[in-house]
């Protein structure tokens, strides 16, 4: 295994230098699931949730979130997307909505962290305006998908 980047010689937490690297086209992909009643979904597909528009409101807060990952998790670099996506997809069984989300970047430093945030707050988005009529609602396999350098 290889030593971890975000500790110095000292033991102490440290943001890593990217400095001297050099700026290429970085895309990562990452997904999650909320899984919840059927009933819940057709709230959902027929936007009756009170709450409003619960997909486009978790595209958005999805977006955002990856747009301020730097500055939620403290050893992250700032970075300025070129480029973020959040997908739904519901399938047959119809108890679940899967997440996609992309973050596009040209850096010196990878964008997995915007990938993941941004699919992970779409999914406590739909439990936030969903969760007074779903009690057992569930964020599941937060994950990374897949990262690209160019």
């Known amino acids: 295994m290889s030593p971890l980047t975000h500790i110095d010689a000292h033991g102490e937490a440290s943001m890593v230098d990217v ?3 050099p700026v290429i086209f970085r895309e990562a992909v990452a997904s999650g699931e909320i899984r919840l009643q ?3 979904l057709a709230l959902i597909e027929t936007q009756t949730i009170a709450k409003g528009n619960v997909l486009a409101a978790a595209r958005l807060a999805g977006i955002l979130a990856a ?21 739904f997809d519901i399938p047959k069984s119809r108890d679940r909505i899967i997440i996609t989300a992309s973050a596009k970047i040209a850096a010196q430093t990878g964008v ?8 992970t707050i779409a999914a406590l988005t739909i439990y936030d305006m969903c969760k007074a009529v ?7 396999d937060v994950r ?4 690209i350098k160019k």
Do not use: Q
Not at 69 to 87: A, M, Q, R, S
Not at 112 to 119: F, N, P, Q, W
């Open 134 to 140: 779903d009690k057992k609602m569930r964020i599941t």
């Open 38 to 40: 059927r009933e819940t």
């Open 144 to 147: 990374l998908v897949s990262k």
């Open 67 to 87: 747009k301020k990952t730097g500055d939620l998790i403290p050893l992250c670099h700032p970075l300025p997307l070129t480029h973020c996506e959040v997908n």
């Open 19 to 21: 400095t001297e690297k």
């Open 112 to 119: 997995e962290m915007e990938a993941l945030t941004a699919a």
